[in-house]
Nanobody, 118 residues
């Protein structure tokens, strides 16, 4: 069983919105809460790049290409992380991966496809 499971990807027209979710249901709360969570993406033929991250103290960091369009959040009680993506553009088309760095190790989700049509 995976440590991280993503959901919420799909097909959307340019200018539209999607909300991605990542759940760490198998992780105990004391491990999840202080961990840094992140979304990465990888488009065909390109390297994986950071989209956004949120620390245990809820400090956030975004890739330069986000330009205020995306918002990352976390819910420690539910052990989830969300990425609200607005004003999506065709260049945002990629597989989006959930990532968590705990005090012990690092985990990746399998990814969820986001496709933005022009």
């Amino acid at each position: 069983q995976e440590q991280l499971v993503e959901s919420g990807g799909g097909l959307v027209q340019a200018g539209g919105s999607l909300r991605l979710s990542c759940k760490a249901s198998r992780m105990i709360t004391s491990t999840f809460n202080p961990s840094t969570l992140a979304w990465y993406r990888q488009a065909p033929g390109k390297q994986r790049e950071l989209v956004a991250s949120i620390s245990g103290s809820r400090g956030t960091n975004y890739g330069e290409f986000v330009k205020g369009r995306f918002t990352i959040s976390r819910n420690n009680a539910r052990k989830t992380m969300d990425l609200q993506m607005n004003n999506l553009q065709p260049d945002d088309t990629a597989v989006y991966y959930c990532n968590i760095i705990t005090q012990y190790n690092e985990h990746w989700g399998r990814g969820t496809q986001v496709t933005v049509s022009s």
